[in-house]
């Protein structure tokens, strides 16, 4: 059993100068065989694993990680975390996580930082105001928090927002979610990895997939770099990656992989108290703990694995933030980063059984995929350890594209960040 | 008749903006009357020959060029479609109508191709001086290393994000053709950016 | 952020060109003959290559010309551009 | 050792105690101890910090340097302002500003603008201290009246010239075109090939193999180049030739009782007589010396007419009908009178009806789609599992109880009110007072709402509910006598 981390814990090692902290989590060779593998130690990843050994009792399984955990699309985004979408299946899901993150830390005894500081997403035209209109309604009667602002709470909530009616866009009223926020990426990864570490989960790092051994139409195991593991159930979370994975059993998904820049700015004194997203003008920004203004650029218009994007992205950006935060002019831009990330279609996820028994697949979480974090794991695991979906997930199948029942959460403009 | 109305808002089209700020910057920059223009189409020999024929010009078949006569310019827009203008701002009227309709029944109804009249849809603006390709260059992601020493080199490309195409009429002087609506804009950034080289 | 030889105009910033997935994806010529497992094939479901992928590119903001190229996917290094019809490259 | 504090990140305060606790703890990528400890994470981008961390890990862990690795460096070297790369793309250029050739004059006339993509469009034109809901029901009332002059010349317009120009129509939109006789125009619905509306707009055969399509305002770029890919990629076989004109022509229309005494005044020369001029045909005519076409169609429901000219004279065009109207109250509107009008009569608005998830059918537009032709763009995917479903979400007519109550465009409608969460049917897609109905009319999407006319439903808003019913979409005029009136 692992230490508890507590104030207590903190001075008793604080009087050792904290020589005796003990590993977050082991380091371990893989076994022959596991009850089940998941491809991919990312937040999503560690969290399936984690809901599947504390709640479906599957503890002989691992997580296969070609890097280092968290190291993916956990460790490059922009950690807003909301639960206003449109559609009832969508509000579902993203509730259904928001609502674990509200206990994470506590539930997994590792600080998370969640801040529920609010995220508003501002209109600039007549349709966005309809959009918006139309998704706070839905979020009120689906029971998720959602407030209408008019540009004068706009300016008052978020005071640096420049509401003039002057520029080329002006803002004309905006949506809020109190309960949304932001959290710490990284710890959503380590956090996941301790808990399902301490219920035996097995984490290999630097253990890339290969290949995947199939007997007529079940999985048998894993081909990685560390050796053949053998399994009978294979939950493929790579985000970005996802069909790289599947090309290696013919299996074609419907995605498109494309990079996707942030960036932050040199640390500063707490200047904005919440997050703003303005999809309409591209322009996305919150203030980590650190200091450091989080900003969340867009995706690239072609594929590309190349962690990399173009820099007018960047550029486009930018000139929305100083549209919307003409103080923000003299701000440096201390790091500029690109993630890859696969998106479906209608702009929602997968999390989803194959033709091939035993093969399972979450991914095309697309620009959006951190605030799902641990209502993906939770459901990816019970969709796996009873090889039936959860009612949460039941609409985000792959038959979706077959029979066009598609949750379309672009059409609808709500943003997928 | 009724008034012909400038894309360029507030500017008189017969005032010539000149921007000399500093000892060596040079540009002048000045929309060109309307003139007649026409974006023709076609990919056969016999189209190519009937335009040579009604107009007396060879439509240039190398990328990125263009042919000249005393009367119009053809510049390549792609392997099947070029705009041509008159090299002089006259009244429209007769002279411009019989044209396009000559070609229109000779191209569009023989099937040969398609005449379509374009004079509005692009307004002409004439830059000259020895900055002008620092302008350019400003907003635009077109290498013009090669272009600017070739005389009738053409290019479509972006400026200010904006689609453009680029004539090289001569040593330090263009002609660029910009799709009206976005003609204030671009012409308001041309300005703007000036200021600046 | 890369330059593309445009087979009309030559070679262009990325900026002027726009891309249009996956190439040689024909639309079927009798979509009512199809199930509609196979429509969606058509409609939705990508190769995705990581690595080498034959793709389609527009030159939007140039010649408006669609034509194919291949291109690493991991890397962005063009192998190759080539017409609309013609045969794709073998090597 | 860990009594002291040898600092190796100067600006994060991170020490070399912290990195070996990293790796006590387990976090032994290197980018997990940057992580993890913030080393090199701040503005000198760990160049004073990395390589002292580096050896440090490198002594602890037991393994040489050059094993470790480095951090991903991430650009740019030197952190540089906003400023600096966004440069003068603010205020006036953070945009693009498309400006119609009749601009100049709204701007004259104190028109208020609505942002449309990136064309600014008059949204409703106050006189003295009139808000927007006075003028546009000022607006409306006298288009309806007497006569109303829209500036449309944002509409994308794009010729289409070649012999295969009716059959590429008939690949293109959900009904027939071959037939259409030549001066007279269509109403086209366009697909993507998911089976969901994606545009709509009037399409006019000039001659034998000669069009001009009009597509919605936002649509225009979009349209143009989906149909050059089909063409180019996988039609090529088909002789047929597209070029933008959008902005070659300015597009005045004028509509109302009173729009055909006008139109006289302007073209006297041309009869305008309905056995001559009939409702969806088109004439070239001169203005003056001037060519234009005008058609006859209408997005309101009203004797209407739509003057295409070169953009250089669309305002002086648009001053002689203005002129020419006085004596009949011509009255400019804008977009909101627009949209105000065209919902009186059932018209949709792609993109405000519509949100990719309509097809034709939930449209209640099945007229629109052939039964004949084989093939168009979208309709294999009408015949999906999910697509045939009849109780899809169909687009309906809402009146109030109270005609007085306006709903909100994006309140959601229900069935029940004493249920939480309670199922939403659907939602207002349009919604005005109508000031020639005298009453509140909405446009709704409703699930299975084809077979649900005449039903109650309710609006629940934040501190009321509000009673409404489901209605046909058609609110004035079902005959369309007005436009022969």
Not at chain 1, 110 to 129: I, K, P
Not at chain 4, 183 to 192: D, F, T
Request: net charge neutral.
């Amino acid at each position: 059993m692992k230490n508890k981390y507590s104030i207590f814990s903190i001075i008793k090692n604080a009087f050792s100068y904290n020589e005796n902290w003990q590993r977050a989590w082991r380091d371990p060779e893989p076994k022959k065989e596991y009850d089940a593998i998941i491809i991919g130690g990312g937040g999503h990843g560690l969290a399936t694993a984690f809901y599947l050994a504390k709640k479906h009792n599957m503890t002989n399984i691992a997580v296969v990680e070609k890097g280092w955990i968290g190291g993916g699309n956990t460790g490059r985004n922009t950690t807003i975390i909301r639960s206003n979408y449109l559609w009832d299946a969508s509000a579902g899901l993203y509730d259904h996580a928001l609502k674990i993150w509200e206990g994470l830390s506590q539930e997994l005894n590792y600080n998370v930082m969640f801040s529920q500081r609010g995220v508003m997403n501002l209109a600039h035209n007549l349709q966005d105001v309809r959009d918006l209109k139309r998704r706070t309604h839905a979020n009120r009667l689906n029971g998720i928090d959602a407030v209408w602002l008019n540009t004068e709470e706009v300016k008052k909530f978020c005071p640096i927002i420049n509401t003039s009616p002057d520029i080329r866009y002006p803002v004309l009223g905006g949506t809020l979610q109190r309960r949304a926020g932001t959290a710490r990426h990284d710890a959503v990864a380590w956090g996941y990895a301790r808990g399902a570490d301490a219920m035996g989960v097995d984490i290999i790092q630097n253990c890339e997939v290969k290949g995947i051994k199939r007997n007529g139409d079940s999985v048998e195991g894993v081909e990685t770099t560390k050796g053949f593991i053998k399994t009978k159930k294979i939950g493929v979370v790579a985000a970005g990656h996802s069909s790289v994975i599947a090309n290696m059993v013919d299996l074609k998904l419907p995605l498109e992989s494309k990079p996707l820049q942030a960036l932050v700015s040199e640390p500063v004194k707490p200047i904005i108290d919440t997050v703003v997203m303005s999809n309409a003008v591209h322009a996305y920004v919150s203030q980590s703990d650190k200091g450091e203004l989080v900003i969340g650029a867009g995706t690239d218009a072609y594929v590309s694995y190349t962690q990399r994007g173009s820099h007018d992205v960047v550029e486009g950006t930018l000139k929305a933030i100083l549209e919307l935060y003409p103080i923000f002019s003299r701000m440096k831009m201390l790091r500029q980063w690109g993630g890859i990330v696969d998106i479906c279609p209608d702009a929602s996820p997968i999390i989803s059984k194959t033709h091939i028994k035993g093969l399972y697949f979450n991914c095309g979480w697309g620009t959006g995929g951190f605030k799902a974090t641990p209502g993906s794991g939770d459901l990816f695991a019970h969709t796996i350890a009873n090889d039936e979906p959860h009612k949460l997930n039941a609409d985000f199948n792959i038959n979706r594209f077959v029979s066009g029942d598609l949750v379309d959460e672009h059409g609808a403009a709500a943003v997928a960040h | 008749m009724p008034n012909w109305n400038s894309a360029i808002k507030k500017i008189d089209v017969n005032d010539v903006v000149s921007v000399n700020l500093n000892h060596h910057s040079e540009l002048f920059i000045s929309e060109v009357e309307p003139i007649m223009k026409l974006n023709i189409r076609g990919k056969s020999r016999d189209f190519l020959s009937m335009i040579g024929k009604i107009l007396n010009i060879i439509l240039p078949t190398e990328t990125n060029t263009s042919t000249t006569n005393k009367f119009i310019t053809a510049i390549w827009l792609s392997p099947d479609e070029w705009l041509i203008f008159k090299n002089n701002v006259t009244n429209r009227g007769a002279e411009e109508t019989n044209i396009e309709e000559n070609l229109y029944k000779n191209i569009s109804q023989k099937k040969l191709g398609s005449i379509t009249n374009v004079s509005d849809q692009f307004v002409m603006i004439n830059i000259q001086g020895k900055n002008l390709y620092e302008l350019l260059s400003s907003g635009c992601p077109f290498n013009f290393n090669d272009f600017k020493n070739k005389k009738g080199a053409v290019t479509q490309t972006l400026l200010n994000h904006t689609d453009v195409i680029i004539y090289n009429e001569d040593i330090n002087k263009i002609n660029l053709f910009v799709r009206r609506s976005f003609s204030a804009h671009l012409w308001s950034w041309m300005n703007d950016s000036a200021r600046f080289i | 952020m890369f330059l593309i030889n445009c087979p009309y105009c030559g070679e262009r910033d990325q900026s002027e060109f726009s891309a249009g997935g996956e190439a040689h994806i024909v639309r079927p010529k009798q979509p009512t003959e199809l199930s509609d497992d196979q429509w969606a094939e058509f409609l939705f479901m990508r190769k995705n290559i990581k690595g080498v992928q034959f793709e389609r590119w527009n030159h939007a903001h140039g010649c408006r010309k669609w034509f194919n190229m291949v291109r690493d996917t991991s890397n962005d290094k063009i192998y190759a551009v080539y017409k609309m019809g013609e045969k794709p490259p073998t090597k | 050792m860990g009594k002291t504090k040898p600092f190796l990140d100067f600006q994060n305060d991170s020490t070399a105690n912290d990195i070996k606790l990293a790796l006590r703890e387990g976090f032994k990528s290197i980018e997990h101890v940057k992580r993890y400890t913030t080393t090199g994470m701040a503005t000198d981008q760990g160049k004073l910090s990395n390589m002292h961390a580096l050896g440090i890990i490198a002594e602890t862990a037991g393994v040489k340097m050059g094993e470790l690795g480095t951090t991903t460096f991430r650009p740019p070297y030197t952190p540089l302002t906003f400023g600096t790369i966004v440069g003068r793309n603010v205020g006036e250029f953070f945009d693009i500003t498309r400006r119609t050739p009749i601009h100049d004059w709204h701007v004259e006339n104190k028109a208020k603008f609505e942002n449309v993509g990136q064309w600014k469009r008059a949204w409703y034109y106050p006189i003295d201290n009139e808000n927007m809901h006075e003028a546009v029901q000022r607006e409306s009332k006298a288009a309806r009246d007497s006569a109303g002059i829209l500036d449309a010349s944002t509409l994308g317009k794009i010729d289409i010239q070649g012999s295969d120009a009716s059959e590429f129509l008939n690949r293109v939109y959900t009904n027939a075109w071959s037939k259409l006789e030549i001066g007279k125009c269509r109403y086209g619905l366009m697909l993507n090939e998911d089976g969901m509306v994606y545009d709509d707009g009037v399409t006019t055969r000039l001659s034998e193999n000669h069009y001009l399509m009009t597509t919605t305002t936002g649509g225009a770029a979009n349209v143009l180049s989906k149909l050059e890919d089909y063409l180019q990629t996988e039609w090529p076989e088909l002789d047929v030739y597209l070029t933008s004109v959008t902005d070659h022509y300015g597009t005045v229309s004028i509509c109302g009782p009173n729009s055909k005494k006008i139109l006289s005044k302007i073209i006297p020369d041309l009869d305008l007589s309905d056995k001559e001029f009939p409702h969806m045909s088109f004439k070239n005519a001169l203005i003056d010396s001037i060519r234009c076409r005008v058609m006859r169609i209408s997005f309101t429901g009203e004797h209407s007419y739509e003057i295409n000219i070169q953009a250089s004279y669309a305002k002086s065009v648009w001053e002689k009908c203005f002129e020419a109207g006085k004596e009949f109250n011509i009255t400019p509107y804008g977009t909101e009178t627009m949209h105000l009008l065209r919902a009186e009569k059932g018209f949709i608005i792609a993109g405000q009806d519509t949100d990719g998830t309509m097809t034709p059918v939930d449209l209640q537009m099945d007229w629109i789609i052939s039964k004949k032709k084989y093939d168009f763009i979208g309709k294999r995917s009408l015949y999906r599992s999910d697509t045939i479903r009849e109780d899809r979400k169909q687009l309906v007519g809402l009146i109030t109880d109270d005609p007085k109550e306006i709903l909100e465009e994006g309140a959601q409608i229900v069935a029940e009110t004493n249920k939480q969460p309670v199922e939403m049917l659907g939602h207002v897609t349009s919604s005005y007072f109508s000031p020639n109905l005298n009453k509140s009319i909405a446009l709704a999407v409703v699930k299975n709402g084809k077979k649900l006319k005449g039903q109650k439903m309710f609006v629940p808003m934040e501190n009321k509910i509000i009673n409404v019913t489901i209605t046909d979409t058609v609110f004035l005029d079902k005959e369309n006598k007005r436009l022969n009136a």
